[in-house]
């Protein structure tokens, strides 16, 4: 059946508006250029009268009637004058003109000597990386003119550079990596290490755009974000870089901010999360923000290799299935975890088979967050047992058709502990806090764009999701609630994203958030209370994960093991 056009009222009224609003624009501009003495002339006439009126105001009463009596008989002298009207009538003209004159001062067509100065400078240290011997007009030359050079400038109040278009000759082998390294750090250097510049390569054109980049927002705090199911938001990024913003409370007022949004689900290209970063550069501070902002839609199993108790305030949460600081809990959880996993899949494989819709337990997200998992290596061959990296294989392989993301972090001094699967199957990657170039190549599989500063704030890095461009990253500020150094603000912020509390599945009570201590002191009461079911429990674990078949996560959650306090006394 062969498409009808579309009428022609529709087909080209877009291309009739654009004709009509540029024709209404030109029409503007040249009533304006027309106009421009009358509208200079009428602009002088209200500046004269404000200023007679303010000379009225601010004569003495017992003056102006002198003052009067003096304009009434130049008035008269005037009007009495052969030729008197039209000449005064032309020297008012005139001097309204001159007083509606545009008074702003003119721009200096070019820079000023400070700023000459800095642009030769730059031009003589690009001499020997843009010149060759052989050159017969070379556009770099020792004492040469930099105006060839450098077509576009710009300078902030400071006199430095923000804005810089470099031109370079055409056999300059900008297609390799190093050559590209040595110009971006030069250029670094010689225009202030303290801010951060994005370069921009234009191989066709020969053209080389510098730009000075605005800081990233370091007070955004933890909320809950206007994000679809199986979207997660990692951080916040460049206006320039998506194309798409998120409304936020900026402290006390609302601002849209340019987020890095991670995708995960079953149609999701990145579906498992890789973190690095130094000590103190935020890694457990994401993990907490993409735990939250998970526990929305799904629950949350984490294992904590580091064991300091940053992911205290999740234990018992509505939620949250287990919170693991020992290795005996962090292998059977991890066991469920890939029990689990292969549940879901011939749970759903059989429903397909059945043509039926795949079960409400398979559909139901499922996060595995890892913190630190190499802590564990050399306790679990000491112990002989499994190290726990090697159960996520299951999960990384099979999880995105089974609704399951794994996320792990690690530092970037055991970053040769991460096993092969945890690499190979995490392509979403962040890097957070100081790393070298190579650390980020070799992490991130491409060198950013940006340069780094020296005084990185927490939680500042780059994000790249698969084959994707590299992103400045600002992570959310979600500290630990229980930590003394967190300000009031941001404690409230987290405990009002925080879910309800609930029993956990071995019946333990839990206290109350008003009633509980520090956590530190109620691990060690708990683990000296419990110290018989901690020597038992492990073994426990162990049997039941190898006896017991898989079970629906909402059926028989993972309980909360008691192994904190024995490993906080170890």
Not at 443 to 462: D, K, N, S, W
Not at 488 to 500: H, M, N, S, T, W
Request: net charge negative; hydrophobic share 40%.
């Amino acid at each position: 059946m062969a498409r009808r056009p579309l009428p022609r009222i529709l087909s080209t009224g877009s291309a009739h508006l654009a004709r009509s609003r540029e024709l209404a624009r030109t029409a503007a501009d040249s009533a304006t250029d027309v106009l421009h003495p009358l509208l200079t002339i009428m602009r002088g006439l209200r500046r004269l009268a404000s200023a007679g009126r303010r000379k009225w105001a601010g004569t003495p009463k017992d003056r102006r009637g002198p003052l009067m009596f003096l304009v009434a008989s130049v008035v008269l002298v005037v009007a009495l004058m052969p030729y008197g009207p039209l000449l005064a009538a032309v020297s008012l003209m005139a001097a309204a003109a001159w007083h509606g004159r545009d008074r702003a001062p003119a721009a200096p067509e070019g820079p000023d000597e400070p700023q000459t100065q800095r642009l030769r400078s730059l031009y003589e240290a690009l001499v020997p990386c843009f010149s060759v011997a052989e050159d017969p007009a070379p556009l770099y030359a020792h004492g040469g003119e930099w105006d060839q050079a450098f077509p576009e400038y710009e300078f902030d109040a400071s006199g430095r550079v923000t804005y810089l278009v470099v031109r370079y000759p055409a056999y300059f082998p900008d297609g390799e990596a190093e050559s590209r390294a040595r110009i971006e750090h030069l250029l670094h250097a010689k225009s202030g290490r303290s801010r951060e510049y994005r370069f921009t390569w234009d191989e066709e054109a020969n053209q080389l755009t510098v730009s000075a980049l605005h800081p990233l927002p370091t007070g955004i705090a933890a909320q809950r974000f206007v994000t679809a199911p199986g979207e997660t938001v990692l951080g916040f990024t460049d206006p320039s870089e998506v194309q798409r913003t998120l409304p936020l409370a900026y402290g006390d007022e609302q601002r849209d901010m340019p987020p890095v949004v991670w995708r995960t689900g079953i149609r999701s290209t990145e579906p498992h999360l890789l973190v690095m970063g130094q000590p103190g550069s935020g890694t457990s501070t994401l993990l907490r923000s993409l735990a939250l902002q998970a526990l929305q839609h799904g629950d949350v199993l984490i294992v904590d290799g580091g064991a300091t108790g940053e992911y205290a305030c999740l234990t018992g949460r509505d939620g949250v299935l287990a919170v693991e600081c020992a290795l005996p809990g962090a292998v059977a959880s991890l066991e469920w975890a890939a029990a689990e996993t292969e549940r879901r899949l011939i749970e759903a494989n059989r429903a397909r088979q059945a043509g039926h819709p795949p079960p409400d337990d398979t559909r139901r997200p499922l996060w595995i967050v890892v913190d630190r998992p190499s802590a564990f290596a050399h306790l679990a061959a000491a112990d002989g047992r499994k190290d726990p990296q090697t159960l996520l294989q299951v999960p990384l392989r099979h999880g995105r058709a089974a609704n399951v993301t794994v996320v792990v972090a690690e530092q970037f001094d055991a970053a040769d502990a991460l096993s092969d699967a945890v690499c190979r199957h995490t392509r979403a990657r962040v890097v957070l806090g100081t790393a070298t170039a190579e650390q980020l190549r070799t992490v991130l599989g491409a060198p950013p764009h940006t340069t780094p500063i020296a005084q990185i704030p927490p939680g500042r890095g780059y994000a790249r999701l698969g084959t994707g461009p590299v992103h400045r990253l600002q992570v959310p500020a979600t500290p630990d609630p229980y930590d003394d150094a967190t300000s009031d603000a941001d404690r409230q912020a987290v405990l009002a994203l925080l879910p309800p509390r609930t029993t956990p599945a071995d019946g333990e009570a839990v206290p109350s958030l008003e009633k509980r201590e520090t956590p530190g002191k109620a691990k060690r009461e708990e683990g000296e209370e419990s110290a018989e079911a901690q020597e038992t429990a492990p073994a426990k674990r162990t049997e039941a994960a190898a006896a017991v078949e898989p079970v629906p996560v909402d059926a028989a959650p993972v309980p909360v093991h008691a192994e904190a306090g024995a490993a906080e006394r170890s």
